[in-house]
């Protein structure tokens, strides 16, 4: 496999998911509702309230949740024919900004491509919130993540946690175990992902999940390679910008 011709046109995503709001006291009535109705229905095994159950769980949902980080990665071969990874992070407050700044970046780098999207766990997750998202934002959807009328075969989404399934549809295995599984240098940040909330709203660290998406890029971009049993990209070959 030629790794310049395979992998042109694939663009490796992940996002960064924070609540709507910092707790539920700041959610208008009707939204206090429709989260109640909402919280009736999860798993709730140590009984929290339901002020607890906004801040855990919120962000799971692109109905009370909002993006606050894009990380996007794409692969190319530099002058020595070596394979490199780019790897980039938008970071923004306000989510129309940056679903703009995303939407702008897909619309020109891959104006007149067909783009493959990849993410872990991308078609449950990362796809699906950033269509419902902008489309809350009164924003058009760009080509690549659209689905609307297009044969399955025709939709270019790779997803590696599906990849694994290998067709067992009760199979979840998080992005950092399927790494530690097959010998690739996982993000050495001490983030997760559930500390996420803490590190917008409390400590006002958009920076730090900023770095923590961009890490899950390049764990992303490796397992891909390592499934079509290519080699990794050297660390030397791995470009990191931030832009916030």
């Not at 606050?68 to 306000?94: P, W």
């Not at 399955?152 to 175990?177: A, C, N």
């Amino acid at each position: 496999m030629d790794p310049k011709k395979s992998f042109k046109n694939t663009l490796f995503i992940d996002i960064e998911t924070v609540s709507g709001e910092s707790n539920f006291s700041l959610l208008s009535d009707k939204m206090k509702t429709f989260w109640q109705r909402k919280a009736k229905n999860l798993s709730n095994p140590q009984n929290i309230s339901l002020e607890e159950l906004y801040v855990d769980r919120a962000a799971l949902f692109a109905e009370f949740g909002k993006i606050v980080v894009i990380g996007m990665g794409f692969l190319y071969q530099n002058r020595s024919k070596e394979l490199c990874l780019k790897v980039k992070t938008i970071a923004h407050h306000d989510e129309k900004s940056l679903l703009l700044e995303f939407i702008q970046f897909i619309n020109e780098t891959y104006q007149s491509r067909e783009l493959t999207l990849v993410a872990h766990n991308g078609k449950e997750f990362d796809f699906p919130y950033l269509c419902r998202r902008m489309l809350v934002n009164g924003l058009e959807i760009p080509k690549p993540l659209q689905l609307q009328g297009k044969k399955p075969w025709e939709v270019l989404h790779q997803d590696t946690m599906e990849l694994w399934k290998f067709g067992d549809r009760k199979v979840y295995i998080s992005l950092d175990l399927l790494a530690e599984l097959l010998g690739i240098s996982g993000s050495k940040s001490t983030l997760t992902g559930d500390k996420v909330h803490g590190v917008y709203y409390q400590e006002k660290n958009l920076s730090k999940i900023a770095d923590y998406c961009m890490e899950d890029v390049v764990t992303l971009a490796q397992l891909y390679l390592r499934y079509h049993f290519l080699h990794m990209v050297e660390e030397k070959n791995i470009d990191r910008i931030t832009s916030i």
